[in-house]
């Protein structure tokens, strides 16, 4: 089975300092990750995610996270936190499925609310 | 196409009605999923489509649960004799073909569903 934990449930930052999001996650073969960024009352939106190849992954909005292997991480950053970056940020993770030959569901951590104020 | 659609945003139900959302995917998305999301949870998965089949139901979708696409485009989540449980944000998916897809899904921005 695949899990994500998100060991944070709020993050606070002053704005133009970098925030830091934990991810930890398992799976049985490889993973593949995802960011997602949800604002009150709406669907999530994707923001990055990895795949395979460089373990710095650029996304949206200057966001990036970093995979490591030997910890199973996926930290979200950001060099410079603006107050618009709060919202509710969900990891996520899925089977690269080679082992099934299909697509598999994302499962998804409980989400860490950002905070940024001035 | 403007992304994945949902309908209707809101929806009110007393306990033991029948409530029926639908999703309509971005229109060359052959993957179409349903999640569901409570107050201070991440989605949980609920089902999954490839094109028309119904490849994959989580425990969670109890016989009180229903989700068809019947064409492989929209699809639709009926909820029978409602719980106040069920009250949570229902959220649709969708992914473009591949085998080992690494698109990131589309969400839809969800049905938020309440039982009073």
């Known amino acids: 089975a695949q899990s994500v934990a998100q060991p944070e449930d709020q993050v606070n930052v002053a704005e133009g300092n970098p925030l830091t999001v934990k991810c930890t996650y398992s799976v049985s073969g490889n993973p593949y990750l995802f960011w997602y960024v949800q604002y009150p009352n709406r669907g999530l939106q994707f923001l990055l995610k990895?795949?395979?190849?460089?373990?710095l992954v650029k996304g949206s909005y200057g966001f990036e996270a970093e995979f490591n292997k030997s910890q199973t991480s996926f930290h979200l950053k950001k060099p410079s936190a603006l107050v618009s970056d709060s919202a509710l940020y969900f990891c996520?993770?899925?089977?690269?499925?080679?082992?099934?030959?299909?697509?598999?569901?994302?499962?998804f951590g409980t989400g860490t609310r950002l905070q940024v104020t001035l | 196409d403007t992304g994945v659609s949902q309908n209707p945003r809101h929806k009110i139900t007393k306990r033991g009605q029948n409530v029926t959302f639908r999703c309509d995917p971005i229109s060359e998305h052959n993957r179409l999923y349903w999640y569901r999301q409570t107050l201070g949870q991440g989605p949980e998965f609920l089902t999954y489509f490839q094109n028309e089949a119904q490849l994959e139901k989580s425990r969670l979708l109890s016989d009180r649960f229903s989700a068809e696409r019947p064409k492989g485009s929209f699809s639709t989540l009926e909820i029978q004799r409602t719980e106040q449980g069920d009250s949570a944000m229902y959220l649709c998916?969708?992914?473009?073909?591949?085998?080992?897809?690494?698109?990131?899904?589309?969400f839809g921005s969800g049905t938020r569903l309440t039982v009073v």
């Open positions: 990895y795949i395979t190849g460089d373990n």
């Open positions: 996520a993770v899925r089977d690269s499925g080679a082992h099934t030959g299909t697509a598999s569901k994302l499962t």
């Open positions: 998916a969708s992914s473009p073909p591949g085998t080992f897809t690494n698109y990131g899904y589309t």
